[in-house]
């Protein structure tokens, strides 16, 4: 089957997709080292555990990465499922092109209809009665 426009998108498709969910994996794997540097900053201000809302932190306690990671992954996802949706859909474009180069014609020896690709010549075999017949 020869690709079609629409499964050489879904194929391009479907690689930015899956760059883009390791991507996210990449960034959610960073969440617990932020987490870490975060929490170390804080809990060195605030001996009693309580957090008052003056402690500095240089981090975000890996919210940032966490989330960003989860929708960066989603947005991956996304795309790999348009990208199938993409290539589902030139698979069966091409289909129907093919059932409608197709025509039925009627055995010589049998008269039963036989299924042919429009432009086919030769001899074949009748699935029918297995008699020979010339076609085109
Ligand atoms: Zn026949």
Redesign the pocket.
Known sequence: MALNVSTKTGIVLAIIGVLTVFAGIALFKQAPDDLLSSDIDCEDNNPNGQIDGTCETDGDFGIGACFGGIILAGIGIGIIIASLVSILAGGVSSLTVSNATEIIIH??????T?EMPLNASGLFD??????E?QWN
Not at 126 to 131: A, G, I, Q, S, V
């Open positions: 055995c010589p020896h049998c008269n039963s036989i009748c699935p029918h009665c297995n008699e017949f």
